[in-house]
C-alpha cells in the first residue's frame, strides 16, 4: 500500500511539473498566432495593399526558408547544453549557423540569384519583383535575431521557466502594434517592407526580452556538469552533428504548405480549395498550437526515466484526446461557425465549406501529440538524422496523396489537402516509433551482451 502512496504521489509531483512548464508553453503559442494579424492590419495601411500583401507573402516565406538553420537551434540547447560550458560551446556553433544563414540572404538579396530563386523557381510574378527585393533586404537582420532568441530561449526552457517565454511573447505583440500603426507612415518603405520589419523587429524585441530574463538563469547553471556522461563528451563536432539534420528538416517542413497549394491548384475549383483549405487549416491550428513544437520540449525536459516516459505516454494520450474532442466540438457545433465568422472573419461560404475540411482534421491531434512525443524521445537520445529522413518521408507522402487524389478525385478540393498532410504526419510518427522502439531494442541486447556469464 505504501509503494501504491508513493506512486500516486510521484505522478501527482510530476503532473503538477509537467502543467506548470507546458501551459505557459501553450499559451504562448497561441499568443504568437496573433502576430499575423497585427502585420496584415499593419500592411493594410499602406498603398495598394493586396500587392504589398502578395509581395510581404513571397519574400516573407523564400527568406524564411534559408533563415530557418538559426531557428532550430533551441533545439539543440534543450536537448544536450545542461552547464556553462556547453551552453558557450552551442553559442559558438549558433554564431558560425548564423553567419552562413546570413551569406545566403545577402547572395538572395542582393545579387541575380534572387531574382532566379524568386521569379525562376518559385514563380512570383514579374510585376512584383521590385518591391519582393526591397524588403527581402530588411531581412537580413533575421539570421541575429533568430540566434539570439533561440540562445536565450534555450536557457530559459532548460531551467524550467516558461512563463518568461509567455511575458515576452506579450510584450512583443504590443511592440508589433505599435510597429504597425508607426512604420506605414514612413513614405519611403513599401508594404512588403513594413510587413517584414514588423515581423522582423517584433521578434527582435521577444529576443531582447528573452535575453534579459536568461541572464539570472544562466549565472545560476553550474560551470560544467560533472555527473553526466552526456556533458563530460559535449563539444562544438557533437553539438553541430546534432544540429545539421535539424536544419535540414527545417528546411524540408517549409516546403511542405507550397507542395500541397501547388497541388489544390491541380483541383477543380483551385481558387476555391486553397482558400477553404487555409482558412480550416488555420482556424485548427488555435489548438494544434498548444501541441506543435511544445509537446516534445516535455518529453526532452521530463523523459528522464522509464517512469516519467511511461507517464508522459499517458499525458500525451490525454491531451491529444481532449483536442481532438474540442476540435470535433467546434466542428460539429455552431461554436465552430461562429469562430469562422467572428475569430478568423470569413464569408459564411467560406465557413460552411470549411466545415468538411474540419471533420478529416479532427484526427490531427492525435496524429501531431505522439509525432512530438516521440520526435522529443529521438532527440534526447541524440539520433536527430531519423528526424529529417521522417521529415522528408512526410513531404513525399503529402505529395504523391494529395497528387494523386487531385487526378483522381479533383472535385473533392481541399479535402485532398488535409487527406495529404494527415498522411504525411501519419507516416512521419510511424517512422518515429518504430526508429525509437528498434533502439531500445538494440540497446537491450547490448547490455545482455556486456552482462557477465553465469
Request: glycine share 4%.
Amino acid at each position: 500500500m505504501s509503494s501504491v502512496n508513493l506512486t500516486s504521489k510521484s505522478h501527482s509531483k510530476l503532473l503538477q511539473d509537467v502543467l506548470k512548464f507546458y501551459i505557459p508553453l501553450g499559451i504562448y503559442s497561441m499568443i504568437m498566432l496573433t502576430s499575423h494579424s497585427v502585420i496584415n492590419a499593419g500592411i493594410s495601411r499602406t498603398g495598394n495593399s493586396e500587392i504589398a500583401l502578395a509581395a510581404y507573402t513571397v519574400s516573407m516565406s523564400i527568406m524564411n526558408m534559408f533563415a530557418s538553420p538559426t531557428f532550430t537551434s533551441r533545439q539543440m540547447l534543450v536537448a544536450l547544453a545542461r552547464d556553462k560550458k556547453s551552453f558557450r560551446i552551442s553559442r559558438s556553433v549558433m554564431v558560425k549557423v548564423g553567419i552562413a544563414s546570413l551569406s545566403v540572404l545577402s547572395l538572395v538579396a542582393f545579387t541575380p540569384i534572387g531574382k532566379f530563386i524568386f521569379i525562376n523557381i518559385f514563380n512570383a510574378p514579374i510585376d512584383l519583383y521590385p518591391e519582393i527585393e526591397f524588403a527581402a533586404r530588411f531581412c537580413l537582420l533575421l539570421p541575429f535575431v533568430y540566434t539570439l532568441r533561440a540562445y536565450s530561449q534555450g536557457i530559459i526552457i532548460v531551467q524550467k521557466k516558461t512563463q518568461y517565454l509567455t511575458y515576452s511573447v506579450i510584450v512583443r505583440i504590443l511592440f508589433m502594434i505599435f510597429l504597425a500603426s508607426f512604420l506605414p507612415k514612413i513614405a519611403w518603405l513599401n508594404g512588403a517592407a513594413v510587413g517584414i520589419l514588423i515581423w522582423t523587429l517584433g521578434m527582435g524585441c521577444e529576443a531582447l526580452c528573452n535575453l534579459l530574463l536568461s541572464i539570472p538563469l544562466f549565472k545560476k547553471l553550474p560551470e560544467q556538469t560533472t555527473t553526466s556522461d552526456n556533458a563530460q563528451a559535449f563539444s562544438a563536432s557533437k553539438a553541430f552533428s546534432f544540429l545539421w539534420p535539424l536544419m535540414l528538416m527545417s528546411f524540408v517542413w517549409t516546403l511542405g504548405r507550397p507542395m500541397i497549394n501547388f497541388g489544390l491548384s491541380r483541383t477543380t475549383d483551385p481558387n476555391l480549395s486553397l482558400a477553404t483549405f487555409q482558412v480550416a487549416y488555420s482556424f485548427a491550428w488555435i489548438l494544434m498550437a498548444f501541441l506543435d513544437n511544445n509537446l516534445r520540449q516535455v518529453t526532452l525536459i521530463f523523459g528522464t526515466s522509464q517512469h516519467n516516459i511511461d507517464f508522459l505516454k499517458r499525458f500525451t494520450l490525454i491531451l491529444s484526446v481532449v483536442l481532438a474532442g474540442l476540435l470535433a466540438i467546434l466542428t460539429f457545433t455552431p461554436l465552430g461557425t461562429l469562430g469562422l465568422l467572428k475569430v478568423i472573419k470569413v464569408s459564411p461560404e467560406l465557413a460552411y465549406a470549411s466545415r468538411n475540411i474540419l471533420m478529416v482534421l479532427i484526427v490531427a491531434p492525435l496524429l501531431i501529440a505522439w509525432t512530438e512525443f516521440y520526435m522529443g524521445l529521438i532527440m534526447k537520445l541524440g539520433k536527430t538524422k531519423i528526424l529529417s529522413i521522417a521529415k522528408i518521408i512526410n513531404m513525399i507522402t503529402v505529395t504523391i496523396a494529395i497528387y494523386t487524389l487531385a487526378i483522381v478525385a479533383p472535385q473533392i478540393g481541399a479535402i485532398a489537402g488535409a487527406i495529404g498532410a494527415l498522411s504525411g504526419i501519419a507516416i512521419e510518427m510511424i517512422v518515429l516509433r518504430l526508429a525509437y522502439f528498434r533502439h531500445l531494442k538494440k540497446q537491450a541486447l547490448n547490455q545482455q551482451e556486456k552482462a557477465p556469464s553465469n
